[in-house]
């Protein structure tokens, strides 16, 4: 089974910018279908950008054109470039591809001043 594992998380200050990778343990276009989502503390889980099969891309409206998701099939590896960060944002950022549906373990982002 295709593992996924995040990285790229931390804090930084309101307006900067992160990228996130979502590394694939082997081939990442063994999945037709690479999510990023996210979890703040209380909240439930929310889908933030989704790369669909033959490339297709949607952003849920919070992103408001601040995040872009693309992939590097060469380097097994799935991006969500963060910019114009808000404290809003600060959550959990998890990577889920499909089929079979599969979850990597998170990384944290936090905006704070």
């Known amino acids: 089974q295709v593992q996924l594992v995040e990285s790229g998380g931390g804090l930084v200050q309101p307006g900067a910018s992160l990228r996130l990778s979502c590394a694939a343990s082997?081939?990442?276009?063994?999945?037709?279908?690479v999510d990023w989502y996210r979890q703040a503390p209380g909240k439930q889980r929310e889908l933030v950008a989704r790369l669909g099969p033959l490339g297709g891309i949607k952003y849920a409206d919070f992103v408001e054109g601040r995040f872009i998701i693309s992939r590097d099939n060469a380097k097994n590896t799935v991006y969500l470039q963060m910019s114009s960060l808000k404290p809003e944002d600060t959550a959990v950022y998890s990577c889920?591809?499909?089929?079979?549906?599969?979850w990597g373990q998170g990384t944290q982002v936090t905006v704070s001043p």
């Open positions: 889920h591809g499909e089929p079979p549906n599969t």
């Open positions: 082997r081939n990442i276009i063994f999945f037709n279908a």
